[in-house]
């Protein structure tokens, strides 16, 4: 019972009220809770608005978070420039990707990274990933390039061929498991030759052994393409390509022996992501194949000045871009492989005779962002 309803619901109470007081006093009572009540229901109704507001913001967030994925990339590769499209064009957040970056200076630091746990995705070739599931890790294979180096020389090198090579100091970019080296060892063995064994050998980072050949402390080098071009422009000539020493031992196309290397568990748990990097880096090289802007900023970058050899650089990349389907890459690989077996042997290689079937990732479709 409200106080103010008293005198009416108890007249012994109400004392010197008159009868007409009660009424009033009732109806102003009912107009406040009528007022009350028309209150306390838009409250409510405003309450339940920025909840269901609230509630529709977040599962969008939730919907709209990026996946990440950690790549690194050797500083003076190729990688870089596709990622920089990738971020810079939105073609990752279009993905729904976060791309993290981690830059290193050489291709083995690249792989400590992937084998160490802190990089998803790197650059390597098929053959170290084959070498490495000899040993037991699982590591898978995605095609990102047949653009390959070559052996080079001075424009006045004496140096005419493979055998020329015997007591030359030769300067390889990569390693000892590089795989353009492996392969030219497996070449030159054909001929009779035992390169390691009979030339002097310098391994080191692309970069530097470009700047070491370049003041003349190698006779010769095997360095990645985009070396390969810059020592063209300026006067080095090609002793061999990597894609004539691939076709030597059996390919019957260009090779993709660069691509994406990553783990059979990441693929296990992140296989739209892969789907999805995969799809804007192919989007990437699109882009590069038709923008002359792009082209400028890369040149830029690099430090490139003249266009001719800026042109070079862009035609090499693009007669680079992978236009076969995986079953035929993984056949040609096969094939270099056995022969690499008879001739590297275990030690190079691995004790395995047939490359893994699991080398070469066959990716998954497109599917929606993971939650």
């Known amino acids: 019972m409200y106080p103010e309803m008293m005198a009416i619901d108890n007249p012994d109470l109400a004392g010197g009220l008159k009868p007409w007081s009660y009424r009033k006093h009732a109806r102003l009572n009912r107009t406040s809770a009528k007022s009350a009540q028309h209150l306390w229901a838009c409250h409510c109704l405003l309450l339940c608005a920025f909840f269901c507001l609230a509630t529709a913001a977040l599962l969008n967030g939730k ?6 994925i950690r790549v690194t ?21 279009e993905a729904g990707l976060e791309v993290a970056v981690t830059e290193v200076a050489s291709p083995e630091a690249a792989k400590i990274t992937l084998m160490g746990g802190s990089a998803d995705l790197i ?10 599931r000899n040993l037991g890790g699982r590591l898978v294979f995605f095609p990102y390039s047949t653009a390959v180096g070559a052996l080079m020389v001075p424009a006045a090198s004496p140096i005419q061929n493979l055998a020329g090579l015997k007591g030359q100091k030769i300067a390889v970019a990569g390693g000892p498991l590089d795989k353009s080296w492996l392969l030219l060892q497996a070449l030159a063995k054909q001929s009779g030759l035992e390169l390691a064994k009979e030339a002097s050998i310098i391994y080191g980072a692309p ?3 470009y700047q070491k050949t370049l003041s003349g ?3 010769a080098t095997l360095n990645y393409w985009n070396f390969c071009v810059a020592l ?7 002793l061999l390509g990597m894609d004539e020493v691939e076709r030597r031992l059996g390919a019957k196309g260009p090779v993709a022996m660069v691509g994406y290397v990553f783990s059979e568990e990441f693929t296990q748990n992140h296989a739209p992501v892969l789907t999805r990097f995969f799809e804007a880096a192919a989007k990437a090289k699109e882009i590069l194949v038709h923008s002359e802007t792009d082209w400028q900023k890369i040149g830029q970058r690099i430090g490139i000045t003249e266009n001719a050899e800026l042109a070079l650089y862009r035609q090499t990349y693009i007669d680079g871009i992978p236009r076969r389907s995986v079953a035929q890459e993984a056949a040609d690989a096969r ?11 275990p030690d190079i290689i691995g004790n395995a005779t047939e490359l893994d079937k699991g080398t070469f990732y066959q990716p998954v479709e497109a599917m929606p962002n993971e939650p």
């Open 232 to 238: 063209e422009a300026r006067g080095y000539r090609r």
């Open 335 to 345: 094939e270099l492989y056995r022969i690499l077996t008879k001739i590297a042997g």
């Open 73 to 93: 990339v050797q500083k003076t590769g190729t990688f870089g420039w596709e990622l920089a499209i990738v971020t810079e064009r939105g073609l990752a957040k």
């Open 217 to 219: 402390e190698a006779d």
């Open 63 to 68: 919907a709209e978070a990026a996946d990440t």
């Open 123 to 132: 650059l390597s070739d098929w053959l170290w990933v084959a070498r490495q």
């Open 207 to 209: 970069a530097l052994l």
